[in-house]
């Protein structure tokens, strides 16, 4: 990358920020991370290191919380999600994906707003497997369309008001399945080179200090505190969808 050398503090300081913020929150490290990358990154170096970064962190977490982790529930979110991935990355690439992006935005916006300023609404405790593997099918699309690898499936843990480590051991596990197949797709196009992998290699001590500070954090955060900082990246996701 032109002028790396430069830019690389600029790099570090934002790969070591979305850390931090996936290790609280469970989500949105590209969201944080590349607000800044593509000052100084090409677009295809920041969406290739937001999988492989993106991979790691929320690998990590789901390994640090995998005493909550129940795959019975996990299950039908993990196979919606492997069958929307090739389809959201299919729009992707044959289609613009302007409009779909900015209708998301949209909603992510208007379902944070209704949310934080309104009481909390709960769905029923109990739903069927099928309603769980749509929203898996529809994260799963979303995130080949756009990166953001857990949102959907974020937005209905909170809708159902689950505890915050449920919450984290459901939409986490589902994101790397999201940023695995993507990276695999990545790689079969032949879009990660030796730059890329530089920069992963330079920006990695970063990545696991800010996720270990991100999750130790999260340890100490009650309930309402958490469902704030989940719904203000809901809406910073939307904000970033439309702009």
Do not use: H
Not at 15 to 31: H, P
Not at 95 to 120: E, H, K, M, N, W
Not at 157 to 184: E, H, I, S, W, Y
Request: proline share 5%; aromatic share 12%; hydrophobic share 60%.
């Amino acid at each position: 990358m032109d002028g790396i050398a430069i830019e690389l503090p600029l790099f570090l300081i934002a790969t070591l920020a979305g850390a931090f913020v996936a290790g609280l929150s469970g989500f949105a490290f590209g969201l944080v991370a590349a607000s800044l990358w593509l000052y100084v990154l090409t677009p295809l170096q920041s969406a290739s290191l937001i999988v492989g970064f993106g991979l790691l962190v929320q690998g990590y977490s789901v390994w640090k919380l995998r005493a909550a982790l129940d795959w019975r529930r996990l299950l039908p979110f993990v196979t919606g999600a492997v069958l929307g991935v090739p389809i959201g990355v299919w729009f992707l690439t044959s289609t613009d994906p302007r409009s779909t992006r900015l209708a998301v935005g949209v909603v992510l916006i208007v379902y944070s707003l209704y949310a934080f300023f309104r009481p909390q609404f709960k769905l029923a405790s109990a739903v069927p497997p099928a309603a769980d593997a749509a929203v898996g099918f529809a994260n799963g699309l979303l995130g080949g369309l756009t990166g953001l690898a857990g949102i959907i499936v974020t937005v209905w843990c909170n809708l159902r008001g689950l505890p915050k480590d449920v919450q984290r051991a459901t939409f986490q596990p589902v994101a790397v399945v999201v940023f695995a197949m993507a990276a695999l797709w990545l790689g079969v196009k032949g879009s990660l080179t030796l730059d890329t992998a530089r920069l992963f290699a330079l920006g990695l001590p970063f990545l696991l200090a800010g996720t270990w500070l991100g999750l130790k954090l999260f340890g100490r955060i009650d309930e309402a505190t958490f469902r704030k900082i989940v719904l203000a990246l809901l809406f910073a996701s939307g904000v970033a969808l439309l702009f």
